[in-house]
């Protein structure tokens, strides 16, 4: 250690003079509480001011950055915004759902899959829109043909969220999957596969909500409520299931602005 040196450091551990060894050596373990805090202090000296990491940008696989949008959700379509009471039935059943799965996680996650069942890794984002919504709707195929309506394929309907493939994702996965399906929500149109697979995702995500999650169940809840106002038919089942989904997201996940107040 150069001299002076340890007198330009900020004395973090002051020591006052003790009476060391002319022997005493800093790199054997120290034998005594004054030869332990002196190496404390020589160890300090020598760290550099300034730590650079050295990180691989191919190995971040998303932007750190969490994007949250602070405007609220369009208003239901005249005569079809949910009843406070409604709303309020379906949290509840919710919270019963969660609770459920919640319980009997570890049952269904040892339950064997079906042969035809193979669940795509977290980072395959094409093989879980496929595994969700099925190659008709991801290739946007209106019907089935004849020969396919005699049996269901799973790959081409999607496989549904069954318990025991819900209970086999960790919270990473579900976070994932949901942000795939989100996505593949801003550009398509609303479908009883999607819906299903959104219902069992929001039921499997913990609370408190991680900010990635926060941002990503308020993008759903806007984008429900786009298509809601934009629905043209007024298709009173799908509305009630985007009114569902803008329901949980509001009052379940504590998004009180996202809320549909009751006319």
Request: aromatic share 8%.
């Given at each position: 250690?150069?001299?002076?040196?340890?007198?330009?450091?900020?004395?973090?551990?002051?020591?006052?003079?003790?009476?060391?060894?002319?022997?005493?050596?800093?790199?054997?373990?120290?034998?005594?509480?004054?030869?332990?805090?002196?190496?404390?202090?020589?160890?300090?000296?020598?760290?550099?001011?300034?730590?650079?990491?050295?990180?691989?940008?191919?190995?971040?696989?998303?932007?750190?950055?969490?994007?949250?949008?602070?405007?609220?959700?369009?208003?239901?379509?005249?005569?079809?915004?949910?009843?406070?009471?409604?709303?309020?039935?379906?949290?509840?059943?919710?919270?019963?759902?969660?609770?459920?799965?919640?319980?009997?996680?570890?049952h269904w996650?040892?339950?064997?899959?079906?042969?035809?069942?193979?669940?795509?890794?977290?980072?395959?984002?094409?093989?879980?829109?496929?595994?969700?919504?099925?190659?008709?709707?991801y290739s946007?195929?209106?019907?089935?043909?004849?020969?396919?309506?005699?049996?269901?394929?799973?790959?081409?309907?999607?496989?549904?969220?069954?318990?025991?493939?819900?209970?086999?994702?960790?919270?990473?996965?579900?976070?994932?999957?949901?942000?795939?399906?989100?996505?593949?929500?801003?550009?398509?149109?609303?479908?009883?596969?999607?819906?299903?697979?959104?219902?069992?995702?929001?039921?499997?995500?913990?609370?408190?909500?991680?900010?990635?999650?926060?941002?990503?169940?308020?993008?759903?809840?806007?984008?429900?409520?786009?298509?809601?106002?934009?629905?043209?038919?007024?298709?009173?089942?799908?509305?009630?299931?985007?009114?569902?989904?803008?329901?949980?997201?509001?009052?379940?996940?504590?998004?009180?602005?996202?809320?549909d107040e009751?006319?």
């Amino acid at each position: 250690m150069e001299p002076g040196l340890e007198e330009l450091m900020p004395r973090l551990l002051p020591v006052g003079d003790c009476d060391l060894a002319e022997d005493f050596d800093p790199t054997v373990p120290p034998r005594t509480p004054q030869e332990y805090l002196k190496r404390v202090q020589i160890e300090a000296a020598r760290c550099p001011d300034v730590v650079v990491a050295q990180i691989d940008p191919r190995k971040l696989k998303k932007k750190p950055t969490v994007n949250i949008s602070i405007c609220g959700c369009q208003p239901a379509p005249e005569g079809y915004s949910p009843t406070l009471k409604w709303q309020q039935q379906q949290v509840a059943n919710f919270s019963a759902v969660r609770q459920s799965l919640n319980k009997h996680r570890n049952h269904w996650r040892s339950q064997h899959l079906d042969s035809n069942v193979t669940m795509p890794k977290s980072e395959d984002e094409e093989g879980w829109k496929k595994f969700c919504l099925g190659e008709r709707v991801y290739s946007e195929i209106d019907a089935l043909s004849d020969n396919e309506n005699l049996g269901i394929d799973y790959m081409k309907v999607g496989f549904p969220p069954l318990l025991s493939i819900v209970s086999r994702m960790n919270q990473a996965t579900v976070t994932s999957v949901l942000e795939y399906l989100i996505s593949w929500f801003g550009e398509k149109k609303f479908t009883p596969e999607l819906g299903r697979w959104l219902y069992a995702l929001l039921a499997c995500l913990e609370k408190p909500l991680l900010p990635e999650a926060h941002s990503l169940i308020r993008q759903l809840a806007r984008r429900c409520s786009e298509v809601r106002a934009l629905e043209e038919s007024k298709n009173e089942e799908q509305i009630s299931a985007l009114n569902l989904i803008i329901c949980l997201v509001s009052r379940y996940f504590d998004q009180r602005d996202l809320a549909d107040e009751p006319s």
